[in-house]
């Protein structure tokens, strides 16, 4: 089959790590018979240097007609004190995600057997640690009214949330867990905030439609302690925009390697895969960092086409780099291979 796959490679490290991304889907590609199309399109900094815009029209363009967007990372330190800055490179994340329409933000959290003693946390703790992180992303605080009184003393953010973005969100959720352990746990401030008693509502409603599911609540400062004391207890959690953001970066850690982490967003048109760590611009050009989060992005790309022995073959193949100790600096300083040596020979194992 032939597919096309929009290619936003974006600022720092992402042109290096998306290239080894491409390179293993065309070993995919090879050994099962499909094409693939890249179309690059410029977004974040590098597309603000271009255009003047992050996520320019031309850029949507190519994402709505691809069968799927592989994206690498956008931000550059140059606008991170400037809080003066009209665009900034996250503005392009933001507005992709809403032109886009991704509801859903979909982060598996699993621990690498091989790879068990670089997480901070006591083995025992993290060993089998197996689970998603549904983070709704296209509502909440970070796209209610915001803005500054008029003598700029004082600054606002809203909160927002319609009983559609929760059901929708709620709905994918309780999909996700029906394919897995058959555990959802709703993660809110459901004691504080008026959009947490709305979503908790909704969920208990819902939870009735799921009865081969066993749902759980909690308050989001208990979930931020549970998830690092028992993290084998989770299998799928879903909550809102910003408690999504905290609660998935915290829940990188627990495996120690936020540079194998992958991640889908998905929603009303085309879906986006991509890391989950950022554009590390202290590496960017050295050939130095690891590429196995965007290339295991892209094994979430290929299932999503329904490529689902491809995909499985590229987690495989990544396994088997790890079980090798092929790998980059920030997983064995001894080892260490380059981000293109890697890719390479990830490539070379899927087509074995
Ligand atoms: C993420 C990032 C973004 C977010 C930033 C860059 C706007 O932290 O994808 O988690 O807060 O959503
Ligand atoms: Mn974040």
Known sequence: MNFKIATLPG????PEIVDQAIKVMKAVGEKYGHSFDFEFAPTGASAIDLVGEPYPDSTHEICMNADAVLFGAIGDPKYDNDPKAKVRPEQGLLKM???????????????????????????????????VVVRELTGGIYFGDKGRSEDLTSAFDNCVYTTEEI?????????????????????DKANVLCTSRLW????????KDYPDIETDYMFVDNAAMQLIQW???FDVMVTENMFGDILSDEASV????LGLLPSASVGLHTSVFEPIHGSYPQAAGKNIANPVATILSAAMLLD?????EEGQAVR???????????????????????????GDWIAAQVKK
């Open 11 to 14: 600022d720092g490290i992402g």
């Open 97 to 131: 995600r809403k032109k886009l329409g991704l509801y859903a933000n979909i982060r598996p959290v699993a621990t690498f057997p091989s790879l068990i003693d670089k997480s901070p946390l006591k083995n025992d703790r993290v060993e089998g640690a197996d689970f």
């Open 167 to 187: 059901e929708r969100i709620l709905k994918l959720a309780y999909e996700y867990a029906g394919k897995r352990n058959k555990r959802l746990t709703v993660v």
């Open 200 to 207: 908790r509502e909704i969920a208990q409603k819902m939870e």
């Open 231 to 233: 993290p084998k207890k």
């Open 254 to 257: 627990i495996t120690g390697s």
């Open 304 to 308: 999503a086409l329904n490529l689902l």
């Open 316 to 342: 495989d193949a990544v396994n088997a780099s790890l079980e090798a100790n092929f790998v980059t600096e920030d997983i064995s300083k001894e080892a260490a291979k380059s981000t293109s040596e890697v």
